[in-house]
Each structure stands twice: as C-alpha cells, then as structure tokens.
C-alpha cells in the first residue's frame, strides 16, 4: 500500500484552488509570472485548437493561477483582476527580489500594523505582497 502524502480534506473544507488571471497575451503574461514573479509552470496544453491553458503557482501555494485563450465560459476583460494578494514572511526581502527581477513594486505601506506593496501584471493585474508580522 502507498501511503498518501495528502491530508484527508474534511467534506466541508472550502479550498481555493486556481484563479483565472485575464490576460491579452498568453506567452507575455507566463514568461512575466515565470521569470520576474517566480512563479512555476505547471501546465501549458493545448488540449483542442484554439484554447490553452497555462497554469502556474506561486512558491509555497497550493492555490494557482491560469491564464489561457479561447475557453468558453471565462473571459474576462484583460487587466481586471484587482488585489490578489501573495502573503510574504519578509516584505523588504520579497519586494528586493522582485524589484531585481524587473518587476516595478511600488514601496512597502504599513495599513494598521499589515505591511503592503503593489505591483501590476504587463495587462495592468494588480497584485499585492502582504504581510502580518506577528505570524
């Protein structure tokens, strides 16, 4: 018997999964969410002419993202997704990283003791590194 590394999920466990990022250019948006935001590729099919999909991760998720072309039932306007948030232990360091990388990151607010900073995807997604420092 293979013992399973996944935890049983209990029935009315709600677990988010993928969000759809709407993007104009699919090959633009991967290799900005690859090669500047870090994220890994873990799918890029095209399972019926005319549709792709590409789904990535951010390091240490269990939720992803998709971007893709040509399926029915998702489209969105390019650009729309507003303040997805990716939750970093180290704010300065994460934002540096990016920052190196080519991304433009707007600088680090503090909301009531919860650390900010924004940046936007080359459609205009806005994203935002968060931070609790007491966790």
């Given at each position: 018997?293979?013992?399973?590394?996944?935890?049983?999920?209990?029935?009315?466990?709600?677990?988010?999964?993928?969000?759809?990022?709407?993007?104009?250019?699919?090959?633009?948006?991967?290799?900005?969410?690859?090669?500047?935001?870090?994220?890994?590729?873990?799918?890029?099919v095209s399972p019926s002419a005319g549709v792709r999909i590409v789904q990535l991760t951010p390091p240490g998720s269990y939720c992803s993202i998709t971007l893709s072309a040509g399926m029915p039932g998702t489209a969105m306007a390019?650009?729309?997704?507003?303040?997805?948030?990716?939750?970093?232990?180290?704010?300065?360091?994460?934002?540096?990283?990016?920052?190196?990388?080519?991304?433009?990151?707007?600088?680090?607010?503090?909301?009531?003791?919860?650390?900010?900073?924004?940046?936007?995807?080359?459609?205009?997604?806005?994203?935002?590194?968060?931070?609790?420092?007491?966790?």
């Amino acid at each position: 018997m293979t013992e399973n590394p996944v935890p049983a999920v209990a029935p009315d466990t709600l677990m988010l999964e993928l969000v759809l990022v709407p993007v104009s250019d699919v090959d633009r948006a991967k290799t900005f969410y690859t090669e500047q935001v870090g994220f890994t590729a873990d799918v890029d099919v095209s399972p019926s002419a005319g549709v792709r999909i590409v789904q990535l991760t951010p390091p240490g998720s269990y939720c992803s993202i998709t971007l893709s072309a040509g399926m029915p039932g998702t489209a969105m306007a390019p650009g729309t997704l507003r303040g997805l948030h990716l939750v970093v232990s180290d704010i300065a360091a994460a934002r540096a990283k990016l920052v190196e990388r080519g991304v433009d990151v707007g600088p680090v607010e503090d909301l009531g003791g919860v650390l900010y900073a924004g940046f936007a995807d080359p459609d205009g997604n806005t994203w935002t590194l968060q931070h609790m420092p007491w966790r």
